[in-house]
């Protein structure tokens, strides 16, 4: 009896120290769960955190690389303009052989210049020496639609110029020299800017004078292969000269 009393003591003693290590080892496991856990919640938000910051700091790093790169970036020298004379100028077809050499010259005088062209002929490389320049404005446009912005002056160069541009499309040919015209000089009129229009001596057809002078009116054709380009800058010079006559307008 004695002996089966000691049996189940020691029995009941062992199950005892299984249970308190059994209980011991699911507190270690449930602790080290917690732990785990909150170091992936901690990891997980400050991963977000950290993203959420690279995505807020990214438009400023980027600033600060395009200020740092138009600090370092050598321009063609630029003569000072005080406020007075410093005007504010748009070229139209800006990016062609005649519009980026004037805009050189421009900027080079100390103006504010904005290009204005739809690159069919013209190339962004013409200007693209100007690209970041405080005075240097590039503006993907065509000027058969409206375009609004404050200008002093105006040089309408937007046109194509070789025969075989201006009669790849001559429709298009004759919107930009009437529509586009007439939009230059409706941003000219609102805004009291004066206009420079680029022509051409194709206005005078096929001459019978040479040299044409101002007095000679051409010997033209308006249904032939080229008229889209002479007729279209004859009737933008007819424009130029309405709005002067009627509105005053300072053309050239
Ligand atoms: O619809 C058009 C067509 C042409 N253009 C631009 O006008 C510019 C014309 O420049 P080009 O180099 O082809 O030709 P040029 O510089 O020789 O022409 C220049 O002298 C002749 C005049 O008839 C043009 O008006 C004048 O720009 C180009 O940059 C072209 O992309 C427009 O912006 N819009």
């Not at 005007?87 to 103006?111: E, N, P, W, Y």
């Not at 420079?196 to 009116?217: I, M, R």
Request: hydrophobic share 40%; charged share 25%; aromatic share 8%.
């Amino acid at each position: 009896m004695m002996r089966m009393h000691w049996l189940i003591t020691v029995i009941n003693r062992r199950i005892m120290k299984l249970l308190v290590a059994l209980g011991l080892i699911a507190y270690i496991a449930s602790v080290w769960g917690t732990y785990t856990n909150m170091r992936s919640i901690q990891e997980h938000s400050e991963l977000k955190i950290e993203q959420r910051i690279d995505e807020a700091v990214a438009p400023l790093r980027e600033k600060i690389r395009d200020l740092e790169l138009s600090l370092t970036q050598k321009y063609p020298p630029v003569k000072f303009l005080s406020e007075k004379d410093r005007k504010r100028i748009l070229i139209t077809g800006g990016a062609g052989f005649v519009g980026s050499h004037l805009t050189d010259k421009l900027m080079m005088d100390g103006h504010e210049v904005t290009v204005v062209d739809n690159f069919f002929t013209g190339r962004k490389r013409n200007v693209e020496h100007w690209i970041g320049h405080e005075n240097f404005e590039l503006i993907n446009h065509d000027v058969v639609e409206p375009l609004y912005i404050e200008v002093d002056q105006i040089y309408h160069l937007a046109s194509p110029a070789s025969p075989p541009n201006y009669m790849y499309n001559p429709i298009k040919t004759l919107k930009t020299n009437t529509i586009g015209t007439l939009n230059m000089l409706g941003l000219a009129k609102r805004v009291g800017a004066r206009l420079l229009l680029a022509s051409t001596s194709e206005v005078y057809g096929d001459p019978e004078v040479h040299p044409q002078n101002e007095d000679y009116w051409g010997h033209v054709n308006p249904i032939g292969p080229r008229a889209c380009y002479d007729e279209g800058k004859r009737v933008a010079e007819t424009m130029c000269y309405a709005y002067m006559k009627q509105v005053c307008l300072i053309v050239f």
